[in-house]
């Protein structure tokens, strides 16, 4: 599988003879600290004039790139601004990693060291400050690459970064946990990025070996397995390929975790031509990514095992491919669900509230979870609606809901919440079978009626679904990360996992 170089990131006690480029990180109002200021008077007062003009430090993730004086064993010193003292965030130092990642790479640079004196006004510890700055170097630099030619094989090279704090500042825990989220979020990345030849439900159990390696316990349930149990709903969306479904379940209990699992379900349809309702073909040129919930929850478990959180989490991966065929799912088809439940099918484009009935159903009943969270790209009326700023969450429990939306506003993946009410199911009734698929006019807010067809097969347990349609790939290059998968999801959930488990 197509890897990065994952960058290395060491503490250190202090800038190094050997040490080629040297970034201080800076606030516009703050003066410079005890390192920066004998760097400064060591290259004679270049890097203080460099910096007189606070508004040039007002802008986070600004580089001011100075080349040392011959006397400087440095041989670059960088000042990276993190903007006004107040603003700082764990955001917007992520950022500010993310374009020092890129600044670096621009200039075919490999090493740095990062030199952080104690900031005035930043109400966060400085390992919080160099941490995230260093899980914005990492995620920019993730790249996904199956060229056998490279052009510029150099900016392949794994970056190396010595991260030095104020004195008696422990980095290794900060360090562990950026680490195990930069992990996570960039396998799922590459999962997303996958190809639909290399990546699809024949293959699938092959790619979850970093799973196993970080302790988590890997569970598939076959074709045979899967009608056992009656979960004809994702056996008939996987009906039309070649290559019949499969249900991941993924295990992780951290030392001390309590025995009542959170459980996260993620639709992994690995592609969507739209089965015999088929897509149109720019429709479809995106759908080898139409399994971004289910790698969000591949990613958030590792994230979470690689830092040893003592939390119990349990993944339900809804594996499958939709493809039309002479044995496909048909309009009018009627299934009987693993919850006992009938539904009648009518547009087979919409398959994954199909997938994630029998795998939210069967994460209740197996598990008896204390909250199911599924992430699942699952309507086009969830963007329309909400544009490209927000994704769209709806959930049973207005406290877990703000949690999580507070959690996405932390690391830049926002969530707006849309209407979870009863006179949704008006439009799901059925003459002939105990639900519609989904609505009458699916051009009339198709995503608050899907969330309804789906709370049927949650057996009541507090409930949370992300509807991630739209943010599962990005098209251009942003601060934190490359064009391509996002794994938008991964450090929301990470975050609200976490948060949780330090307020109780």
Known sequence: MPQSPVPVFEAADGISAETSVVVILQTAETGFGPRAAALDAEMGGILSRACSDSAALADSGTCIDLIAPQAVSARRVIV??????????????????????????????CGATLVLDPIAGVDLPGAEILSRVALGMRLRRYRFDMRNRRQGAGSDRTLRVQLIGAAGTDLTPALVRINAIADGVEYARTLVNLPPNHLHPDSFHDHLEPLREAGIDVEILDPAG???????????????????????????????????????????????????????????????????????????????????????AVGILGIAENMPSGTALKPRDIITTASGQTVEVFDTDAEGRLILADCLYYAASRFNPSVIVDLATLTYSVMRGLGSIFAGLFSTDDAIASQMIAAGENVGERFWQLPLDRAYDEGLQSPFADLRHHAKDMEDGDAPYAAAFLRHFTEDRPWVHLDIAGKELADKDRPLGREGATAFGVQMLEEWVQSGRTAS
Do not use: T, W
Request: with cysteine; hydrophobic share 45%.
């Open 80 to 109: 990276l601004a993190l903007g006004k003292a107040e603003a700082v965030s764990a955001l917007s130092l992520a950022r500010a990693g993310g374009l020092l990642a890129a600044h670096l790479e621009g200039k075919g640079e």
């Open 226 to 312: 899967l009608k056992e149990l009656g979960m004809n709903a994702i056996l008939a969306v996987g009906s039309g390929s070649v290559r019949p479904p499969r249900v991941a379940v993924l295990r992780y209990r951290g030392k001390g975790a309590p025995s009542q699992p959170m459980a996260f379900v993620g639709k992994g349809a690995c592609f969507d031509s739209g089965g015999l309702c088929i897509k149109r073909g720019e429709q479809m040129f995106d759908m080898k990514a139409d399994m971004g919930g289910a790698a969000a929850v591949v990613g958030l478990l590792i994230a979470l095992a690689r830092q040893g959180s003592p939390v119990h």
